[in-house]
């Protein structure tokens, strides 16, 4: 029962399927056996023209793709347990499966997030891959967007705005203009835009003390807007305390960029947390332990608006674009 | 942080997001919760010009894309628990949301299958629809394809063909011109392409009594080699036992369609099943207990041949195309 889309699974998924439960991807199923965990489970799919260039590079996009849900996972307090690819297809090409399929595979084995199963058809139209994701959490302890508490830190992992910056820079916008002579800093940038880093080592950290977390995914102020509103809090935000790598910094300061691409661009995949401050501590040492920086930039206020952004003299800042929407 | 996106999934999605697990969709993942049994997953992608045409109604869309899965479910012997869907939409069009929406949603209900999250996504291409799905099952209990021993009987539910012919009756073809004056079997044989019926009837019967199973999705001759081929045998199948509706053996009986057409045409959603002959019996009566048709039509043999097809004087019969591939 040769076939052209059996040859294709065969020859460049089923090295990915090492799991028991993926059976080899013969079957018409995969298992995830039961362990006592609850399952997690998490869905984002990318569109070619909408949410990567057809020049994008095979390899980096296969990792971008499941790394986006394993920043999901990661923020939900979970370990990864495997996941299912659905690749629609315009032709089926060597030069773009080879090498999608080995950087995938490589990072399925790096963060032991096995491929499952899935499906692989064909479309006149854009190269869409969707991947769901599982990961485990002992019952009951999967990290919610509602739990924020008046008075906790808001605190994120890592530094933003470097992604949209990397997508500003492959645009050939401000930011590519302000390092026309600095290609290590560019390369950091479309980088940070091109394979985000899941922040897998935070997971326990975040089950053990966090109120609430979810990724940044659609800028920074825009989701701590989706976490209050499901938590039927709000915040208040120090500009000045929002962690910058140092090219994102130096790129402020000279005013080649504005403030708001940084914290409202998206694509950063770092942590957003709440965590109450007498879990602080013992958050902040937990994370370190782990290697990962975090850094408070504001505090849960009680209320139903959205967060404020305040300036260096206390003073709110107002924001065009709060985050990237679909329609 | 209203945004349209936002909008879409709480006017549209939210309502079928009854599961605790789904956590009304406000979170970024999904919670099963643990429960002792596997989890068995499944994947499905249709594509606009592709799976379906664009003049397709969006409410037998919506049941198509998710019975196929849990056709899949069924034949694994599973109980469904829930889906995440991705939605790849060039517009956000009521007039074919609002029905979609609601004809899922009354599906999910009566299959108890619950949404429990996913993706909605802008693209410029066909309008494209990923249902990832989960069912449970006893641990070890999955019914898997390469269980198949020689000496079993193979089964099938139901009646094949008929999703075949009702795909010739949209697109004008023989069968369309063959039952002009009959609107009635018309719409029979386009309902069984249009709305498969998932077998789940049968999930505990073939746990119980199944050597292997599978559904039939891209034609049972194909089918059943894959089977064969997992299992590493082969079969011997009689064309005349195989179970047909009136209408399909009265256009075949006509000369109006080939065999080859209703066993290769694909769709049928049926399940096929390998059965050890002192299995049958029990097997027959649990299906009938249940009020599934079951059919033997014909034996697993030893060898790695494909499955042969044999006409009423015993002589094997030649196919041209044996299922449906992508590439």
């Known amino acids: 029962m040769a076939s052209a889309e059996h040859d294709l699974i065969a020859r460049y998924f ?21 362990s006592g965990d609850d399952l997690v489970v998490t869905v984002d799919a990318v569109v070619e023209g909408v949410h990567f260039l057809a020049a994008d590079p095979p390899d980096t996009l296969a990792r971008k793709a499941l790394r986006v849900n394993l920043s999901d996972l990661a923020a939900k307090g979970a370990v990864p347990a495997g996941f299912v690819l659905t690749l629609a297809l315009r032709q089926a090409a060597d030069d773009w499966l080879a090498p999608f399929a080995r950087a995938l595979g490589e990072d399925a084995a790096a963060f032991h997030c096995p491929l499952l199963g899935g499906d692989t058809v064909s479309t006149p139209g854009p190269l869409t891959i ?7 959490v002992p019952p009951g302890r999967m990290v919610r967007r509602d739990g924020a508490q008046e008075g906790d830190r ?3 992992s890592g530094s933003i705005g470097d992604a949209a910056l990397g997508l500003d820079v492959l645009k050939g916008g401000k930011a590519a203009a302000a390092l026309a002579g600095d290609a290590a800093a560019r390369d950091f940038l479309t980088g940070r835009y091109r394979v985000p880093q899941p922040r897998l080592a935070l997971a326990k950290t975040l089950r053990d003390h966090a109120d609430a977390a979810m990724d940044v995914s659609d800028g920074l102020v825009g989701d701590l807007a989706k976490l209050c509103a499901a938590s039927g809090v709000s915040a208040r935000i120090e500009a000045g305390a929002v962690p910058l790598s140092p090219v994102a910094a130096r790129l402020l ?25 007498n879990r602080w501590a013992a958050f902040e040492a937990a ?6 920086a975090v850094t408070t930039i504001g505090r849960i206020t009680a209320g139903a608006e959205p967060p404020v952004l305040v300036d260096s003299r206390g003073q709110a800042m107002a924001l065009q674009r709060l985050s990237y929407s679909h329609f």
């Open 14 to 34: 089923r090295p990915l399927a090492s799991d028991a439960g993926a059976l080899g991807l013969i079957d018409d199923a995969a298992v995830l056996a039961a």
């Open 253 to 277: 300061a000279s005013g080649a960029v504005a403030f708001e691409t940084l914290v409202s661009g998206g694509d950063d995949y770092e942590v957003l947390a709440s965590v109450a401050e």
């Open 130 to 136: 969707s991947i769901t994701a599982f990961g485990r």
């Open 287 to 292: 994370a370190r332990e782990v290697g990962v």
């Open 154 to 156: 808001v605190v994120v």
